[in-house]
């Protein structure tokens, strides 16, 4: 099926890499500045200028860490109605200034407010979005290819976008950010015109969600989940062990909760937490496709298991096929050994 | 008296899917379908929804002739009707163009509704968008995200909370409104048998593209601004180390590793 792109000069209009910046406490968040990152690899490819634009009550001042991160230009829509996210008050604002200055691209993190914004912009502006991207290309037309899984990460879809601007919305960690450099800081404000009445949803009342205690799961810089390998509950306090001495948070595959081994709240996979520490641990889990998904950004993934066939081994960085009652315990004492010498060293 | 529409979708249960060992494709053959998961958190809620205030819930769906029978089920759920939306036209949608086809039937079929339910985002796709393009097309709010909800039909508004990262906002807006639902709202039931019986009598009602109407090149892929250029396996994810040999060597050589690229901190 061949694209059905609208007349040549139409596109040719819109010109430039917008990148959304999501700020959070005020400032950009790292998922918008790994999307910077993203834009100076398009910028290579389709020779066009990278514009960070940000949203928000007081967040000017912020400009110079988008420049730093690699933006060549920031735009900043201030104003006292967009100290907190509304769809309403967000797609009207950045809507203008989409269209005032036509990108041909326009990056958004897909964290949920983003994906928000991007729908219903996208709706808006009658243009097309490609959902979760974890890869971006351009091809030689120059048109952008957006790349997602599909079916939980099973099929890698290229999706084109016949409509301007391409929008996208790209998943936290699928990029890393630049090194920052020192830069001019060009912010340019915005005027925005925006009234109480513009947006149909009132907040009430904000207020943090109760934790279940597995925050840590998403913020650990080492996780470690148990899998079936480990036969039952009882079985599992080697894993606790290894656990504590590693300082890791614990995760768990889908059927571990469910005989409940470990509480809910530690599963990792599609129905469960996305997770993406430096250091990763499956143990005794094959590593089927829903839990692929939640932990697959991991930057170093190691793997316990004794099926040589599990699909785990696919796609860890550390593979170790063995008993994970003989392989495990082993790896508890190194730690231990290894972390006791620290701290003698420090004493 | 709450007039809800519940848009629902039949997908493939994902978790049955295979790969093919050969080819690396999706086995698609064989695999049972399901009701979308969030979507059935969005049919029970319109049943309590009802259980409180009296109304009416229709189910609406875009799909193949035999998505019929995931409307029946949400029918055997409790649902006082059903709309399938079925034409050849309709498909290879994205989600702005399914998001115009349902927009488009909810606007013929049930104008006078008061609420739309969605689920967050179907297993398949995992776009997230459509409800919320839904929103936009029929220019009424939508709140996405959605905890709990509780509706004030003679005020017209809402009350719902909704979860975005760890914040819990207490968002008021007034109907009608589209609401975006996820886990942990409520634990959908299971369809009774009476219900199943009662069902039986209940009719799907199946809309074509020439009864729908509109405009015809905003259907399907034609009214799709996206289209998938290509699909293929996920490359395997080079450089894997994998020792099989003796443990006490694999783990000294694993810790090696760990050390040399500053994952767990020896001695400093």
């Given at each position: ?14 010109k ?7 700020t ?25 200028d ?43 604002v ?59 990460g ?42 109480p009445?513009?947006i ?33 509950r ?42 993406s ?18 932990m ?16 785990i081994?696919k ?33 | ?44 809620e ?85 409800g919320?393009q ?14 709990s ?19 819990i ?26 219900e ?37 396996p ?17 783990v ?17």
């Amino acid at each position: 099926m061949m694209a059905q792109a609208p007349a040549a000069s139409k596109i040719d209009d819109w010109k430039g890499i917008f990148v959304y910046a999501e700020t959070k406490g005020g400032k950009p968040r790292d998922a918008s500045l790994e999307l910077l990152a993203a834009a100076y690899r398009l910028k290579e490819l389709l020779q066009e200028d990278i514009t960070a634009v940000m949203l928000g009550s007081d967040v000017s001042e912020f400009g110079k860490i988008l420049t730093a991160y690699g933006a060549e230009k920031v735009i900043v829509a201030e104003h006292d109605l967009l100290g907190h996210y509304t769809s309403d008050a967000y797609t009207k604002v950045l809507a203008k200034i989409v269209l005032d200055y036509k990108p041909s691209v326009v990056l958004f993190p897909a964290t949920p407010n983003c994906r928000d914004l991007a729908s219903k912009m996208a709706a808006r502006l009658k243009t097309g979005l490609a959902a979760d991207c974890t890869d971006l290309k351009v091809n030689e037309s120059k048109q952008l290819i957006q790349i997602r899984p599909d079916f939980g990460g099973k099929d890698l879809s290229e999706i084109l976008t016949k409509t301007r601007p391409q929008m996208v919305t790209v998943r936290p960690g699928a990029f890393k950010k630049l090194e920052p450099r020192s830069s001019k800081t060009k912010v340019q404000k915005v005027k925005v015109e925006l009234k109480p009445d513009d947006i149909r949803t009132k907040i009430l009342n904000v207020e943090k969600a109760r934790v279940e205690g597995s925050d840590d799961l998403v913020k650990s810089p080492i996780v470690a989940s148990a899998g079936m390998g480990f036969g039952s509950r009882e079985n599992m306090q080697i894993f606790e062990e290894f656990v504590k001495t590693i300082g890791a948070s614990s995760g768990a595959s889908r059927p571990v909760v469910e005989r409940g081994w470990l509480a809910r709240d530690r599963q990792v996979g599609q129905s469960g937490k996305t997770v993406s520490p430096k250091l990763y641990f499956a143990i005794g889990i094959s590593g089927s496709v829903q839990h692929r998904v939640g932990m697959e950004n991991s930057e170093f993934i190691v793997a316990i298991n004794n099926d040589p066939n599990a699909p785990i081994f696919k796609f860890c960085n550390f593979g170790i096929v063995g008993d994970l009652f003989k392989v495990l315990p082993l790896i508890t004492e190194e730690v231990k050994r290894i972390k006791g010498n620290s701290a003698t060293a420090r004493v | 008296m709450v007039s809800i529409v519940v848009c629902v979708k039949q997908v493939p249960d994902v978790a049955e899917l295979r790969i093919d060992p050969i080819t690396h494709n999706v086995i698609r053959e064989g695999v049972p379908s399901i009701v979308n998961p969030d979507d059935r958190i969005g049919v029970e809620e319109s049943l309590r929804i009802r259980e409180k205030h009296g109304g009416r819930i229709t189910i609406l769906s875009m799909g193949p002739p035999q998505a019929k029978a995931a409307l029946f089920e949400c029918l055997s759920m409790g649902a006082d009707d059903a709309i399938l939306l079925s034409d050849r036209t309709f498909a290879a949608a994205d989600t702005l163009a399914t998001a115009y086809t349902l927009a488009k039937a909810i606007k013929t079929f049930r104008k006078d509704f008061d609420l739309i339910i969605c689920g967050r985002r179907a297993i398949d796709a995992e776009t997230g968008q459509t409800g919320i393009q839904v929103a936009e097309q029929l220019d009424i709010p939508h709140v996405a995200y959605a905890k709990s909800v509780e509706v004030f039909p003679d005020q017209k508004k809402v009350i719902v909370k909704r979860e975005v990262e760890s914040q819990i906002e207490t968002v008021e807006a007034p109907t009608p409104i589209l609401l975006g639902v996820m886990e942990g709202l409520n634990k959908p039931r299971l369809p009774t048998l009476r219900e199943v019986i009662k069902t039986k009598k209940k009719e799907i009602r199946v809309v074509n593209a020439a009864e729908l109407g509109g405009d015809l090149s905003l259907y399907g892929l034609k009214g799709s601004p996206t289209w998938v250029s290509k699909v293929y396996p996920p490359p395997p994810k080079p450089g894997g180390m994998i020792k099989s040999g003796d443990s006490k060597e694999s783990v000294s050589e694993l810790m090696n590793i760990l050390i040399e690229k500053q994952l767990i901190k020896g001695s400093e």
